[in-house]
């Protein structure tokens, strides 16, 4: 696991942004794995920026989303369908049809989780799997004592997420109480990963996710277990990392983030 450090969220977005916009270049049939969250709106606006500005190629690519929310249509505002088509989708060339999240309306979750599992390897597994980090440590929506080589499924948000995501709806009775999510053990499947998180509020589990044993009540701690995961974060999110200033000596001095370095300033 390597740990970037930016002193600003703008910064983080941006050099987010730009790692995608090289993967996709080097790869034109790239199959990037998405998130939704607040964080991952200002990494899609500097992506459509990119996009719009050096025609950043999107025809070739392919997605498929961590989660969705189960009982929710598409075109429902709060789905994570209307999230990426709003943040992402309607503002690159991307052929819809290419863009996969779970069925939130699916009557049997086990057949759906299975064939979002299919789907996957028939594009032949994810090239960059995106990550954010929920107040509980929980990636996707693997809460608390998910397994952790666990596979898409059908799943109970805890009373945290639950806290934490309700205000996005117009009354919080709104809010789903399950989710299909990609399971830890799909997300460590992915060739390379990265996980962004900005905040003070996101210091102390950072801190464990990065620094503290591995567990299944943090499930994002088994990004240690993966050979090629980057973690992107602001200051304050690093703040309760004890390996905080080598972390940015890391990015100062490795040949590999040099050209980045020059971009973000």
């Excluded at 969250?37 to 999107?58: N, P």
Aim: proline fraction near 4%; aromatic fraction near 8%; charged fraction near 25%.
């Amino acid at each position: 696991m390597e740990v970037i450090v930016q002193t600003n969220d703008k910064k983080v977005a941006r050099l987010t942004a730009l790692v995608m916009a090289d993967g996709l270049r080097e790869k034109p049939n790239l199959v990037l794995g998405l998130a939704t969250g607040r964080t991952m709106e200002s990494v899609y606006a500097e992506l459509v920026r990119i996009h719009k500005e050096t025609e950043l190629d999107f025809s070739a690519c392919t997605t498929f989303n961590l989660d969705e929310y189960v009982g929710l249509v598409e075109s429902d505002p709060n789905s994570y369908r209307s999230y990426m088509n709003k943040h992402l989708f309607e503002h690159i060339n991307i052929d819809i049809a290419n863009t996969h999240l779970p069925d939130g309306m699916a009557e049997d979750y086990r057949a759906e989780a299975q064939n979002y599992e299919d789907l996957i390897a028939e594009a032949g597994g994810i090239d960059l799997q995106m990550l954010g980090i929920g107040r509980s440590g929980h990636i996707g929506f693997n809460e608390p004592l998910s397994a952790l080589f666990s596979r898409t499924r059908e799943k109970a948000l805890t009373r945290s997420t639950i806290e934490q995501n309700s205000p996005l709806f117009d009354s919080p009775e709104q809010m789903p109480t399950h989710a299909f999510t990609m399971g830890i053990g799909t997300i460590l499947d992915a060739n390379r990963i990265m996980l962004i998180a900005t905040g003070h509020e996101k210091a102390r589990i950072i801190a464990k996710a990065v620094e503290g044993p591995v567990t299944a009540m943090i499930s994002a701690t088994a990004l240690q277990l993966h050979p090629a995961t980057t973690v992107i974060l602001d200051e304050a999110a690093a703040s309760g990392l004890e390996g905080v200033d080598y972390y940015r000596w890391f990015f100062r001095k490795e040949p590999e983030w040099q050209k980045y370095r020059k971009e973000i300033q």
